[in-house]
């Protein structure tokens, strides 16, 4: 977390403005940018976690031993089953979620975002604060990496202190998600803000949504029930989304890169180096199930089992399609033509031939192998048919601004 914060403090300070906007904005820019990283490494370890597990005890899509999961018989595909429509299922989920998180953080609910609009330039410059640049890729294998070897040699500790971090980030995540709908519905009656030491502003709305929010997540830990699994997840997904942003092609490239080599490192090769594979160790020692999980149509048994998807596999890839979306509203191109579209198809495409290959021949593999080309390679495409590789590499400025060798700025 330290790194985390130090990674973001420079950057995420916005000369002493604290937006304040009806998407729960209000945090301070650069606290919600460094939970926003160190949710990133969190997820980082659960989708490595997830990806070694295959070697062992390989499920539908992603398996873990069902002792990470609650005691009450919440498991996975065994070797036995066969591929299942849930596996196609979860790239439907996917998707939607990716498509809502990508529409959310161009333009957030109820939100006034017309270029003359104070909230939508408050909501903008908190949005540049969250800003990943290409140091902070290099920062994030580094943090990710740092997490997953003291979770391997301090478990027990480490296992309390993410399962606290993990309640703390979840209870926000769920607020930010549902502040736009709760504060249109009571017709903005609780947006005053109040004061807060260390904070600042903050809108009495966010008082009221933290009880429910907590009761939420003690639910979730004390029952360990999928549905609430998922509800806590999707909201970790769109809280990331919305908190960090990739602005250019080399940033994302590098991100996406080093997540590919980083996954390959980790599942297959640290045990040469550790003596003991870490993976392994952390897969069985762990309790914070980040995923998406879905229950199989065909399985057999008093048990349901499940097919799921790390939040890895979703936000990391889902960093490049947000901005892929930004750049079509920026160039004024349709999304279902731009950049957003090949990128969204490629990102399907591999995700349901990592299905397919896992629900199928059961073979260990990180799913990144199949995301990281799947979306970075229709991306280039589409730059290189477009004549607009130089441009894009350097990519957006600011919202509505590419930089001087692309579009006129306004």
Same mark, same amino acid.
């Given at each position: 977390f330290v790194l985390a914060l130090v990674t973001t403090t420079k950057s995420g300070e916005v000369g002493g403005t604290r937006a304040r906007t009806k998407n729960c904005s209000s945090m301070v820019p650069s606290m919600r940018r460094s939970i926003a990283l160190l949710l990133l490494a969190l997820v980082a370890c659960e989708l490595l976690a997830e990806a070694q597990a295959q070697l062992t005890h390989s499920a539908v899509n992603h398996p873990r031993p069902p002792m990470l999961h609650n005691k009450k018989g919440l498991k996975t595909a065994s070797k036995k089953s066969s591929l299942d429509p849930s596996n196609f299922l979860v790239v439907l989920i996917a998707a939607v979620v990716l498509l809502y998180g990508a529409n959310r953080a161009l333009r957030p609910p109820f939100m006034d975002m017309s270029a003359s609009s104070q909230e939508a330039m408050a909501y903008e410059e908190?949005?540049?604060?969250?800003?990943?640049?290409?140091?902070?890729?290099?920062?994030? /294998?580094?943090?990710?990496?740092?997490? !997953?070897?003291l979770i391997f040699y301090f478990m027990s500790a480490m296992s309390v202190l993410i399962s606290v971090l993990f309640s703390f980030i979840s209870s926000l995540a769920l607020g930010a998600l549902v502040y736009p709908y709760v504060d249109r519905y009571t017709d903005n009656r609780y947006s005053r803000e109040m004061d807060v030491p260390y904070l600042g502003p903050i809108p009495v709305l966010v008082f009221i949504l933290a009880p429910p929010c907590i009761v939420c997540v003690g639910t979730w830990l004390l029952t360990k029930s999928w +549905? !609430? %699994? %998922? +509800?806590?997840?999707i909201s970790l997904i769109i809280f990331f989304l919305t908190s960090v942003r990739l602005s250019s092609l080399? /940033?994302?490239?590098?991100?996406?890169? !080093?997540?590919?080599?980083? #996954? +390959?490192?980790? /599942?297959?090769? $640290?045990?040469?180096?550790?003596?003991? %594979?870490?993976?392994?160790? /952390?897969a069985t020692g762990l309790n914070v199930p980040i995923k998406i999980l879905v229950p199989l149509m @065909?399985? =057999?048994?008093? %048990?349901?089992?499940?097919? &799921?998807?790390?939040?890895?596999?979703?936000?990391?890839?889902?960093? *490049?399609?947000?901005?892929?979306?930004? *750049? #079509? #509203?920026?160039?004024?191109?349709?999304k279902r033509s731009g950049y957003f579209a090949v990128? @969204?198809?490629?990102?399907?495409i591999g995700l349901t031939i990592?299905? +397919?290959?896992?629900?199928?021949? =059961?073979?260990?593999?990180?799913? @990144?192998?199949? &995301?990281?080309?799947?979306? !970075?390679i229709p991306f280039v495409w589409k730059a290189h048919s477009r004549?607009?590789?130089? #441009?894009?590499?350097?990519? *957006?400025?600011?919202? =509505?601004?590419?930089?001087? $060798?692309?579009m006129s700025h306004p």
């Open positions: 908190a949005a540049e604060a969250g800003e990943m640049q290409l140091h902070t890729t290099f920062m994030f /294998v580094i943090t990710a990496s740092c997490s !997953l070897v +549905i !609430l %699994n %998922n +509800i806590l997840a080399k /940033v994302a490239s590098s991100l996406l890169t !080093l997540a590919f080599f980083y #996954d +390959i490192f980790w /599942v297959f090769i $640290s045990s040469s180096i550790f003596g003991k %594979n870490v993976m392994v160790t /952390v @065909m399985s =057999h048994g008093k %048990n349901m089992q499940f097919t &799921l998807i790390g939040l890895g596999d979703i936000v990391l890839p889902g960093l *490049l399609i947000c901005f892929c979306l930004r *750049l #079509d #509203d920026a160039k004024g191109i349709s990128v @969204m198809v490629g990102y399907c990592c299905e +397919i290959v896992v629900g199928t021949f =059961h073979w260990a593999q990180p799913a @990144m192998i199949y &995301l990281v080309p799947g979306t !970075l004549g607009e590789i130089s #441009d894009v590499w350097e990519g *957006l400025k600011s919202h =509505h601004r590419l930089d001087d $060798s692309g």
